[in-house]
């Protein structure tokens, strides 16, 4: 079996071998097409990971800010949550500075974005409807 045939049937395998091609400089061997298409998802899936954790942050600190009823009940585990988020954003990166740009280019629509659904949400009322400045969000220190 070639390694172009694994990729369907084990993909352990396939990343195994595919990776021993590499090492060798066997190009004949590689599995281009499955390739590029791997590393292409291995950095879409990045981009998604960093923009669900940055949605998520957003609406914790909306909900610390915003949401007086809940907030005696659910303060400490939203600002663990708050706590969480951003490490798991810092984490993404330093994997991948690179991805700085991608959050910086795109918070204010995602920030926008959860602004927009938390509006349509009669539970509580946004105080403020400008988004949160991305230095801000990310400061260890704030919670709304």
């Known amino acids: ?3 172009k045939q694994l990729h369907d049937r084990d993909f352990n395998l396939w990343t195994e071998e595919t990776r021993k091609a590499l090492e060798n400089k066997d ?8 390739l590029i298409e791997e590393l292409a998802d291995m950095g879409a899936s990045q981009k998604r990971a960093l923009r669900s954790y940055y949605y ?3 609406e914790h600190i909306l909900k610390l800010r915003d949401w007086n009823e809940e ?3 659910n303060e400490i ?3 663990v949550e708050v706590t969480n988020f951003r490490t798991s954003i810092q984490d993404i990166l330093d994997d991948s ?5 991608y959050l910086e280019d795109n918070h204010l629509d995602w920030c ?3 602004i927009k659904n938390y509006q349509k949400n009669p539970q509580f009322t946004l ?4 988004p949160i400045e991305l230095d801000l969000m990310m400061n260890e220190d704030f919670y709304g």
């Open 1 to 3: 079996m070639n390694i």
């Open 97 to 101: 500075p690179s991805l700085k740009n």
């Open 127 to 130: 105080k403020n409807t400008d």
């Open 112 to 114: 926008n974005k959860v």
């Open 27 to 34: 190009v004949n061997a590689i599995d281009w097409e499955n």
């Open 77 to 79: 585990k939203w600002r």
């Open 71 to 73: 907030i005696e009940r």
């Open 56 to 58: 998520r942050l957003v």
